[in-house]
């Protein structure tokens, strides 16, 4: 399916309920992340008996962020569990379920929480094919919520891509927009490896977060996927690649906008997996254009745009036109007051002055 | 030991002022935020927790408390603070974002500082009781008499930094006090579905420990049982596990639509409001309805002061946020 269509459109509040029936071609309704993500989990349980959710706050309340809506009225307690706070024991136990041949998915409420429980997800999730010899795979989905931006302070508010996308054998997928959101979950349940599913706070879709409307997209009723590892254009153009996920796609088509007055051709690619990287995309593009800017809301050092860029320089397969150049978050906690953390975060604005300095001439 | 008229008259003042504040966030915090609740907006964004009703679970225990008693609190830190001692001003001004807050902005409501009273709290969940036994074991090095308290709530009783941090604090015998604020919900998850226990002060026994259980949410309950144990911790007898029956008469946090709760349970709490039930007891106890009404005054005048210096403190600036990344100087 083509995102490029369906982001570039002013979503109407209106319609983000459900309104068409059937498959549609060109589907009518338009929903949020938070409902796509509950639509697709919805689906794969009644297709499929081992699928069952776990977290905190994911039975009565939905989610906090809006994931699990009607699930529990739909599939009961058994199969829709509010957890005690106790990561460490529901994420373990998801590790089990999943060798057991079940298909958890377990909710991290906010990212910034996985101090408590990694374990399970990188010693125990991420290497239980490995260790096994290929005998045990390990099929569940954590999703969790990431991205700052509204005053939540450093231990709510962080990204923390880099900190998974590095772990072998985990793979990490983040959608710019409900369409793919859908698709994802749904790739990601049937997956047979432990997928991290990342959702950005300011695409969720929840009222008192305040959300990019362009992250509500028209979304099929059927079952689809999109499959995990494979980037997609969003925008073609000649001159320059952005690349993107989550949130930062939304500023990438922006920063599009504006340069496209300027005669500035900007191709705007969203990973939507990241992790494994589509690097094949990657470099087709900046093959294409000679010119790559990446995009990243997380921490810059040794971050995943300091590895897009790396594979590109490596790859010997691009002779760059200018240097590379990331726009990221500073190495510094996440400060809580807004005068000092907004500033920092990536915006189109900044990501046109970055995309423009590709185009002075290098002394 | 009951706690004398002068204590009383204090964890009076201190509940009252605290409600006072909560009283004073409410509106602040919802500015920007009308007609269109948006967390990100207003001069306070982020999440915000609020105390009401748990204010005597802080003033049982702080009562006991120095300034070098180390005190490790929660997501939900107001009360705890004031009752600390932690300067006013500057926690308001933090709450606000400003460059004369306790962190210069950085850290925001729940990421209170003030070591000048040996105060922090955090946003996750039973982390700060690892640091409390780690206060605990530095004084019993020291050899002298500070205790360390850590508040929680009673879902963080279901995490393992609980049942680690108290076995750590029993092996070593080191002066600290878990206290959990049970208020019975973990957001919207009742302890009764998410906890294998009726009481959280039995799990005290598995750690070799005294639990206590306070039920009631009374002031001078919770002053008793918290003196009998930091006097303990103090004596070098080890740590303690209270367990409080508080409530939150509030949301989660400020929006949160609270439709978990049963039918009416709000109206019933805030019926028998601990504050009020206080009054009424030290007045039927003899004290002048006058003098608790003059605490009430001094407890809105020092945070109407609070917030006035927090509204007319500047703003940080973003060169700033680069700053105390990592410390400096000797330690």
């Known amino acids: 399916m083509n995102v490029s269509a369906s982001t570039s459109r002013v979503a109407d509040a209106k319609h983000t309920e459900s309104t068409a029936q059937g498959v549609d071609a060109v589907p009518r309704r338009r929903l949020t992340i938070a409902k796509a993500i509950s639509e697709a989990l919805t689906q794969e349980m009644d297709r499929d008996p081992r699928v069952l959710v776990m977290g905190e706050d994911i039975g009565r309340l939905g989610g906090v962020f809006g994931t699990t809506q009607g699930l529990l009225a739909r599939f009961g307690p058994e199969r829709v569990r509010d957890t005690p706070i106790s990561e460490t024991a529901f994420i373990g136990a998801a590790v089990g379920l999943a060798a057991a041949g079940m298909r958890p998915v377990v909710e991290l409420m906010f990212v910034d929480f996985f101090g408590v429980c990694m374990d399970a997800i990188y010693n125990l999730a991420a290497k239980q094919s490995y260790f096994s010899g290929g005998r045990v795979a390990c099929p569940m989905v954590l999703m969790t919520s990431v991205g700052g931006g509204y005053g939540d302070a450093g231990q709510h508010s962080q990204c923390l891509y880099a900190s998974f996308a590095h772990l072998p054998g985990l793979k990490v997928v983040i959608p710019s927009n409900s369409h793919d959101a859908k698709g994802l979950m749904i790739a990601a349940i049937r997956d047979p490896n432990p997928v991290v599913f990342m959702y950005h706070k300011a695409l969720q879709g929840m009222?008192?977060?305040?959300?990019?409307?362009?992250?509500?997209?028209?979304?099929?009723?059927?079952?689809?996927?999109?499959?995990?590892?494979?980037?997609?254009?969003?925008?073609?153009?000649?001159?320059?690649?952005?690349?993107?996920?989550?949130?930062?796609?939304?500023?990438?088509?922006?920063?599009?906008?504006?340069?496209?007055?300027?005669?500035?051709?900007?191709?705007?690619?969203?990973?939507?997996?990241?992790?494994?990287?589509?690097?094949?995309?990657?470099?087709?593009?900046?093959?294409?254009?000679?010119?790559?800017?990446?995009?990243?809301?997380?921490?810059?050092?040794?971050?995943?745009?300091?590895?897009?860029?790396?594979?590109?320089?490596?790859?010997?397969?691009?002779?760059?036109?200018?240097?590379?150049?990331?726009?990221?978050?500073p190495d510094i906690p996440v400060p809580f007051a807004p005068q000092m953390e907004r500033p920092l975060l990536p915006s189109a604005v900044k990501l046109a002055e970055a995309v423009r300095a590709q185009f002075v001439s290098q002394p | 030991m009951r706690?004398?008229?002068?204590?009383?008259?204090?964890?009076?003042?201190?509940?009252?002022?605290?409600r006072a504040y909560e009283q004073a966030i409410k509106p602040a915090y919802l500015e920007g935020k009308q007609p269109v609740f948006n967390m990100a907006n207003g001069p306070i964004p982020g999440e915000m927790h609020l105390s009401d009703g748990q204010e005597p679970c802080a003033v049982g225990v702080c009562a006991h408390l120095g300034p070098r008693d180390t005190v490790t609190a929660t997501h939900r830190p107001h009360h705890i603070a004031i009752a600390k001692g932690v300067d006013l001003r500057a926690m308001t001004a933090e709450i606000f974002g400003r460059r004369s807050g306790l962190a210069g902005g950085r850290g925001g409501h729940m990421h209170l500082f003030d070591p000048r009273v040996s105060f922090c709290c955090s946003g996750i969940i039973a982390q700060g009781m690892g640091p409390a036994v780690g206060?605990?074991?530095?004084?019993?090095?020291?050899?002298?008499?500070?205790?360390?308290?850590?508040?929680?709530?009673?879902?963080?009783?279901n995490q393992g930094a609980f049942h680690e941090a108290l076995n750590l604090a029993a092996v070593w015998s080191v002066p600290v006090v878990f206290v959990i604020e049970d208020n019975a919900y973990g957001i919207s998850v009742s302890k009764r579905e998410s906890t294998a226990v009726e009481r959280n002060?039995?799990?005290?026994?598995?750690?070799?420990?005294?639990?206590?259980?306070?039920?009631?949410?009374?002031?001078?309950?919770?002053?008793?049982?918290?003196?009998?144990?930091?006097?303990?911790?103090?004596?070098?007898?080890?740590?303690?596990?209270?367990?409080?029956?508080?409530?939150?008469?509030?949301?989660?946090?400020?929006?949160?639509?609270?439709?978990?709760?049963?039918?009416?349970?709000?109206?019933?709490?805030?019926?028998?409001?601990?504050?009020?039930?206080?009054?009424?007891?030290?007045?039927?106890?003899?004290?002048?309805?006058?003098?608790?009404?003059?605490?009430?005054?001094?407890?809105?005048?020092?945070?109407?002061?609070?917030?006035?210096?927090?509204?007319?403190?500047?703003?940080?600036?973003v060169e700033e946020a680069f700053h105390h990344v990592f410390a400096t100087g000797a330690v």
């Not at chain 2, 598995?206 to 911790?233: H, K, L, Q, T």
């Open chain 2, 201 to 317: 002060a039995v799990r005290a026994h598995s750690y070799n420990m005294p639990g206590v259980f306070v039920p009631g949410n009374d002031p001078d309950a919770i002053y008793e049982a918290a003196g009998d144990a930091i006097a303990r911790a103090r004596r070098g007898e080890g740590p303690t596990l209270i367990e409080i029956e508080t409530c939150r008469l509030e949301g989660h946090f400020m929006g949160d639509a609270e439709q978990y709760r049963p039918q009416g349970e709000v109206q019933r709490l805030k019926a028998s409001d601990p504050i009020s039930r206080y009054r009424q007891q030290l007045i039927s106890d003899g004290i002048a309805a006058a003098e608790l009404d003059a605490l009430e005054q001094s407890a809105a005048r020092d945070v109407s002061d609070a917030f006035a210096f927090a509204r007319s403190a500047e703003l940080p600036t």
């Open chain 2, 135 to 157: 206060a605990a074991l530095a004084a019993k090095l020291a050899g002298d008499a500070r205790v360390a308290v850590s508040f929680i709530g009673e879902g963080a009783a």
């Open chain 1, 207 to 329: 009222g008192w977060l305040g959300t990019v409307q362009r992250s509500i997209v028209p979304v099929s009723d059927s079952d689809y996927v999109v499959p995990i590892g494979k980037a997609t254009t969003v925008r073609e153009g000649r001159d320059v690649t952005v690349v993107s996920w989550g949130l930062g796609v939304h500023q990438a088509v922006e920063c599009a906008d504006i340069l496209m007055k300027e005669g500035i051709d900007v191709e705007v690619l969203d990973l939507r997996t990241l992790a494994p990287l589509d690097r094949d995309a990657i470099l087709q593009s900046v093959q294409k254009t000679g010119r790559i800017v990446v995009v990243d809301d997380d921490y810059r050092s040794c971050g995943l745009a300091a590895e897009i860029i790396a594979s590109v320089c490596e790859s010997g397969r691009v002779a760059l036109r200018a240097p590379p150049c990331r726009v990221t978050f």
């Open chain 2, 3 to 18: 706690p004398e008229r002068e204590r009383r008259l204090w964890m009076y003042s201190m509940m009252v002022k605290s």
